[in-house]
């Protein structure tokens, strides 16, 4: 792979953080770009000044939705040392969401670099009150500009950074979730495993309709039966039974969440009976009933862990712990914000610090 270019400008004034930062509403300075072609791979990866992208009319993506993406989270460690969160993962997954959709996989070392390299450069950016951090979007996308359906043969890489707060405007509050059974978001063989835009559009009118009834997402049924519980909006989904953590198996239209697998190692190194099976919701209803349904948490990088205070269900509701975040649900949040910034230790390995960089800005 060649080497990064730096276009980077001096950096005149200190910045400036708004106190309530929302969700994906400011960008940094800087962004990273390379470009794929048949003929030369993956070239010309630079890091600049944030611009807009000029894009074809004709670019295939806007057709067809040939794009993919990940989203994964930077911190300040107590101390002052920039860290990424499950970095290698995050790369694995974006390649293997291009397998599914036809694009040309990247270096997973090479973009490993690319993105501390830029996190390092903008690492003035990373707000650090509990809960915030930088928010790293790679996205790839097909930008030939051509109108007929096959995969595009040039590409484009970019990762843009955002500092962001919490991700539900009630923070670490408990939720309220519609189980959806009048849409359905993706189905076994389709791409539902795959961060890829398609499944976001299939996401919309559900989500819109849930929020107008004054719910703040929906959990999503399987798209065969509406039998089994798959997933939230952007978050996997636990449901703690009295004796028993269980999360929906992955098979094939639930995404893959890097949260979820670290959640399922942590409860597993508490020693906790945690399984990966199919959850009926009628089982969920059943449980509560009889008194043995706990609660229910989502996990996913953008919120963390989420509880649900709240689950309606063809037209009843149904109060989890009193509308209170579970004890473990409170335990699983402190663990892993503890973890991103360092103040207990990485004895798992998920965390990658981000190495002074090369360039001043
Ligand atoms: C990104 C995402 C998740 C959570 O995955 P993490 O790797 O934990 O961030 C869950 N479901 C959907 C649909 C997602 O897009």
């Not at 959709?101 to 990373?126: G, M």
């Not at 043995?292 to 989890?320: C, D, H, Q």
Request: glycine share 8%; charged share 25%; net charge negative.
């Amino acid at each position: 792979m060649e080497k990064i270019q730096y276009h980077i400008k001096k950096r005149t004034h200190k910045i400036e953080l708004p106190k309530e930062l929302g969700f994906g509403k400011l960008f940094t300075d800087h962004f990273f770009e390379m470009d794929y072609s048949p003929e030369k791979g993956w070239h010309n990866p630079i890091i600049k000044h944030l611009e807009n992208l000029s894009v074809h009319p004709g670019s295939m993506f806007i057709h067809y939705g040939q794009a993919i993406f990940e989203g994964l989270k930077a911190f300040k460690t107590e101390d002052g040392k920039a860290i990424i969160f499950r970095p290698k993962a995050h790369i694995r997954r974006l390649n293997n969401s291009a397998k599914r959709i036809c694009i040309p996989l990247v270096d997973e070392e090479f973009l490993l670099h690319a993105l501390t390299e830029l996190v390092a450069i903008e690492s003035d950016w990373i707000p650090t009150n509990p809960g915030e951090s930088l928010y790293i979007r790679p996205v790839i996308y097909g930008m030939d500009p051509f109108l007929g359906v096959k995969p595009s043969s040039n590409y484009k890489l970019f990762i843009l950074l955002s500092p962001v707060g919490a991700y539900y405007s009630e923070g670490f509050k408990p939720i309220k979730i519609l189980i959806q059974d009048d849409y359905v978001r993706a189905v076994k063989k389709g791409l539902g495993e795959c961060k890829t835009p398609a499944n976001y559009a299939a996401s919309l009118l559900a989500t819109k309709e849930a929020k107008e009834k004054g719910f703040t997402q929906v959990l999503w049924l399987d798209g065969i039966e509406q039998k089994y519980l798959e997933e939230v909006g952007t978050m996997n989904i636990f449901v703690e039974f009295k004796d028993e953590i269980a999360t929906p198996e992955l098979t094939g239209s639930i995404l893959p969440g890097i949260t979820r697998r670290s959640v399922i190692k942590i409860l597993k190194e508490k020693g906790l009976n945690v399984t990966e099976r199919l959850i009926t919701i009628d089982e969920v209803v059943e449980a509560y009933k009889n008194g043995t349904l706990v609660s229910l948490f989502g996990t996913g990088t953008a919120a963390v862990i989420s509880p649900v205070g709240w689950l309606t269900y063809k037209g009843t509701e149904m109060i989890l712990n009193n509308g209170k975040a579970s004890k473990l649900a409170q335990e699983l949040f402190d663990e892993l914000s503890s973890l991103h910034t360092l103040s207990i230790e990485d004895k798992y390995d998920w965390i990658v610090q981000v190495q002074n960089e090369e360039v001043e800005v």
